[in-house]
């Protein structure tokens, strides 16, 4: 479905050309204005009509006005005053199916936002796009109450989130993405795609829930991941150290302490954290 604006819309670049718009460095921010490809990044999480979606960081709009086309209801928290003009004229234009929350998006529940089930879609701002992917792959109930991400990071980053075990990019993003979700590169973006280019590749990656293991804490699991990386040259056995009972867990399930964290695979985790949790 296409939804069009009430009152016709200007290409997104005269809009920011009016306004004087320009992206902050400080704030992470590169603009996207080809409509097409952000026709194409709207249709990842599938039929958005009459569905909620909430958007980090929408800037000028741009995948905004993608997402109301799609028909979705979009709550977007924007934290640049600068682009809330902008975006409330984009709100008038589609009829008020637009909410925009000036404020940080690490600041925000999106769950009680979107009151009920939603999607997640945003190009991130590259200085929070890490955490605040982690905070919504660790909440204690699952499946979580989003649907879907469908998110844009750095290409190293979103190569990361999907890395097989034993890889150089396999690490706790990978662990934590991997374990009771769905991950997968659904597309990369040229820099050239962005005004200003940044220096590197982009890449959007969806994830969706999957059935979570039984018997597992997800704050232990969090935890080991980030002992276990955060001295990724170092043995389990010293990595580990600090965690009461970890070293004994390693000898009951058959994990050679002297591995390295990159060697373990998401089961191993699993199996470890569910050890641990008894």
Known sequence: MSVQPSVPLPPLRETVRAH????????????LFDEQLLDRIAALPGDLDGATVFEVGPGPGGLTRALLRAGARVIAVERDDRCLPLLAELSDAFDGRLTVVPDDAMAIDADALAGGPYHI??????????????????????PPQWRSLTLMFQLEVAERIVAPVGTNAYGRLAVLAQWRSHARIAMKVHRS??????????????????????GVDPRILSKLTEKGFGQRRKMLRQSLKGITGAIEALDALGIDPTRRAETVSVAEWVALARLLGR
């Open 193 to 214: 795609a962005f005004t200003p280019p940044p220096k590197v590749m982009s890449a959007i990656v969806h994830v969706t829930p999957a059935d979570e293991p039984e």
């Open 121 to 142: 879609v945003a190009n991130l701002p590259y200085n929070v796009g890490t955490a605040l992917f982690t905070r919504w792959l660790e909440p204690a109930a699952w």
């Open 20 to 31: 004087g718009l320009s992206a902050s460095k400080a704030l992470g921010q590169n603009f």
